[in-house]
């Protein structure tokens, strides 16, 4: 069985509890806070083996702003980072509704 602790960083809940249960059933411990400062606090806290960080959140780049506090503490920096986003979805959507 794998181990591990994951942070999910998202302000969806549904992407949230989907990618959950995906980790979970896989062996996996997830945490998850909903925007950056609640990421980081729990990041500091915990010491996750890995963070998915939603890109787009109370800003445009919440997960990138946060992705590099993350390189730029000494106690974050071992944090292996995973971007996520269903931008292009949103943008392929939005061209296929304008066609």
């Given at each position: 069985m794998k181990s591990g602790k994951i942070l999910?960083?998202?302000?969806?809940?549904?992407?949230?509890?989907t990618l959950e249960t995906i980790?979970?059933?896989n062996g996996y411990h997830t945490i998850s806070a909903s925007d950056k400062k609640e990421g980081k606090i729990l990041a500091l806290n915990e010491k996750p083996d890995l963070a998915i960080?939603?890109?787009?959140?109370?800003t445009h780049y919440e997960g990138f702003?946060?992705?590099k506090e993350f390189a730029e503490n000494e106690d974050l920096r071992n944090i292996k980072v995973l971007m996520q986003t269903s931008i292009d979805i949103f943008i392929r959507l939005n061209i296929?509704?304008?066609c």
């Amino acid at each position: 069985m794998k181990s591990g602790k994951i942070l999910i960083v998202d302000d969806n809940y549904d992407v949230i509890t989907t990618l959950e249960t995906i980790l979970q059933n896989n062996g996996y411990h997830t945490i998850s806070a909903s925007d950056k400062k609640e990421g980081k606090i729990l990041a500091l806290n915990e010491k996750p083996d890995l963070a998915i960080l939603d890109v787009m959140m109370t800003t445009h780049y919440e997960g990138f702003e946060l992705a590099k506090e993350f390189a730029e503490n000494e106690d974050l920096r071992n944090i292996k980072v995973l971007m996520q986003t269903s931008i292009d979805i949103f943008i392929r959507l939005n061209i296929i509704l304008r066609c």
